[in-house]
């Protein structure tokens, strides 16, 4: 079957930096992507990884290594803002988005 | 950026009304859309899949009279829940796919159904 493992949840402290981690187990793969969600509204892109390595944005940065079906998100400089949650989601074969949980980051001041 | 608007942002019926939600990719041509349902505090979840001038495919234990879709358009997909319950609701959240940007989804607002 398909799967996506992500923490449930993870608190950090503002100014600091936090990492997030999925795992992933599908049929193809075709890219990776973490969205940002706050509660109440549609997730927000944040990154698309298709090749190994780490790719930076700001103050977000992704990486994926394809071989160990893994993947971290990288968030810098803690803002009381960036308190989301945030979704991990692999594209199979059929170009189907498949869906991790997400993982509920809390900011701490 | 591409931008998908949703319509309504939200609504309350009565059990039993049919309610109509809209989903619009504004600046560019969807070929494909996705509609999800989100119930709280947990990941989203596909309802079906829905290309321009076909039929939608939904996914195991979505029942597709009860969830109706047309994707008339490139660019409008409307989800109709029909003879709706309180158990239908939840955030239902349409998303539009384009190409041309890494197969990547731009999501709608979503829409929040409650059903008394």
């Given at each position: 079957g398909q799967n996506i493992d992500q923490p449930t949840e993870m608190t950090a402290t503002e100014g600091a930096i936090v990492q997030i981690n999925c795992t992933y187990q599908t049929s193809g793969f075709n890219g990776l992507f973490w969205y940002q969600q706050h509660a109440g509204e549609a997730p927000t892109f944040l990154s698309y990884n298709v090749l190994d390595g780490l790719e930076e944005k700001g103050r977000f940065s992704s990486f994926l290594s394809r071989s160990k079906g893994y993947s971290y998100l990288l968030l810098k400089e803690?803002?009381?803002?960036?308190s989301a949650s945030y979704l991990c989601a692999v594209m199979d074969s059929n170009y189907q988005l498949i869906w991790g949980a997400g993982t509920k980051l809390i900011i701490k001041p | 950026g591409a931008v998908v608007s949703q319509h309504p942002s939200r609504v309350i019926c009565k059990s039993g009304t049919s309610v109509k939600i809209e989903c619009r990719s504004l600046d560019f041509q969807a070929t494909t859309m996705f509609w999800y349902r989100q119930f709280p505090k947990q990941s989203l979840m596909l309802m079906a899949t829905s290309n321009e001038g076909s039929k939608a495919t939904y996914e195991q234990g979505v029942e597709k009279d009860k969830f109706l879709i047309n994707?008339?358009?490139?660019t409008l997909s409307t989800l109709t829940v029909t003879?709706?319950?309180?158990?239908?609701s939840s955030f239902y959240i349409c998303s539009a796919r384009w190409?041309?940007?890494?197969?990547e989804q731009f999501f709608g607002p979503g829409t929040r159904l409650t059903v008394l």
């Open positions: 803690l803002q009381m803002k960036d | 994707h008339a358009s490139l003879s709706a319950h309180p158990e239908d190409v041309k940007i890494d197969n």
